[in-house]
């Protein structure tokens, strides 16, 4: 089995590729490196054996098509990504390039030089907007979408794309299903929200349940006395553990039943968590105790996304199974050990 890794260095990627090291497949992993944490990871990633390495930008076409006819993979994971809303709102170019224009790269190459690989897209739940037509109530620690208690699925809400990434990535997610539609290419795109462990390097932009923990660790050495967080603190998400999103793409890989379609991806409704309810179980945990202020809520921010992985467990019989109390255990410990 050959696997192409765009983005291989980065959180996901790095996981990814770790996995497939182990199993024995040939693994060719793409990055540009530009990602706080991608160096690490690369090393780290050296640790577990052969593989091939190329540093390319995806918004590269010609080193693209490169990389993709040389080595004809069976499948291809493309992660590759500027990553943060924050960031698309201030380099929106940047942006555009790596996440719609390196994706379109990425789609042209295969149909003409590899049109038999599977290629998965991890796309996001911020294709789908603020959700502000969805009715929301809230109480003391998070807010509730009562028409939706199992979550929503791909098909229950409607695509909105607002702010740069937004766009830049549902382009790249829509791409992927229309390049199955039009040229029967092999793709599948995963709309994900939040993902945590290890190897992720959180900032303050993303990966807010590893920030929050790195927080945590400043309130305990006394570096800080108050943190401000965007909005009200009852935002939920589902939160998805590393090890089920990596037993997720290898289950999918090469499986018909998941070509040409978009699926949302989470924890599910009982992995759910608001900001509040973190704090709590982290004051618990760590023995610390967490004094914030309210800022603005971030530009269409979703005051709730928790996904149904119903059809998710129809086709690949793929559920969640680290519960995030075991996560969140193995998240403090990783970002408690990351210089
Ligand atoms: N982590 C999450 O919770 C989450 C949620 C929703 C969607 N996603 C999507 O999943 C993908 C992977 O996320 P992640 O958390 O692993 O991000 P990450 O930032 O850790 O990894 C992305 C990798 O892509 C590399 N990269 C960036 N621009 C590049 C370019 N132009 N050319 C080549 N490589 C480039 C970076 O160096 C990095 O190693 C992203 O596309 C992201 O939009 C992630």
Redesign the pocket.
């Known amino acids: 089995m050959k696997i192409l890794i765009?983005?291989?260095?980065?959180?996901?990627?790095s996981n990814l590729a770790s996995y497939g090291i182990q199993k024995g497949f040939q693994v060719t992993v793409?990055?540009?490196?530009?990602?706080i944490?991608?160096k690490e990871?690369l090393k780290w990633l050296q640790s577990y054996g052969k593989f091939d390495f190329v540093n390319?930008?995806?918004?590269d076409e010609a080193d693209v098509f490169d990389i993709v006819a040389n080595t004809q993979p069976d499948g291809i994971f493309h992660?590759?990504?500027?990553?943060a809303m924050t960031t698309s709102i201030t380099n929106p170019d940047l942006d555009f390039?790596?996440?719609t224009i390196?994706s379109f790269n990425i789609l042209e190459a295969i149909r003409r030089f590899s049109p038999n690989s599977h290629a998965i897209f991890?796309?996001?739940?911020k294709v789908y907007g603020d959700l502000q037509e969805i009715e929301i109530i809230e109480n003391d620690t998070r807010y509730i979408a009562p028409g939706y208690c199992s979550g929503f699925g791909a098909n229950d809400i409607h695509l909105n794309f607002q702010s740069p990434y937004g766009c830049s990535?549902g382009a790249a997610d829509q791409y992927f299903l229309d390049y199955n539609r039009i040229y029967n290419l092999n793709t599948t795109v995963f709309r994900?929200?939040?993902?945590?462990g290890g190897r992720?390097?959180s900032t303050t932009d993303?990966?807010w349940i590893g920030w929050f923990i790195s927080e945590a660790i400043k309130f305990q050495k006394g570096e800080i006395s108050e943190i401000a967080i965007a909005g009200n603190g009852k935002q939920v998400r589902d939160l998805l553990y590393i090890s089920d999103m990596v037993d997720l793409y290898y289950s999918a890989l090469g499986n018909e039943i998941v070509y040409g379609k978009a699926f949302n991806v989470g924890g599910g409704n009982e992995n759910s968590m608001s900001i509040i309810e973190l704090f709590n179980f982290l004051s618990e945990k760590m023995n610390v105790e967490f004094r914030f202020k309210f800022n603005e809520s971030r530009i269409s921010d979703q005051k709730i996304f928790v996904s149904n992985n119903f059809e998710l467990e129809q086709a690949l019989n793929w559920f969640p199974k680290c519960t995030k109390e075991q996560g969140l255990e193995n998240m403090i410990e990783w970002v408690t050990k990351t210089p």
Request: glycine share 18%; proline share 0%; with cysteine.
């Open positions: 765009n983005g291989g260095c980065g959180f996901l990627g793409l990055d540009n490196l530009s990602r944490g991608s990871n390319i930008d995806v918004a992660l590759a990504g500027q990553v390039r790596t996440n390196g991890s796309s996001t739940n990535k994900h929200s939040s993902m945590y992720q390097f993303q990966g």
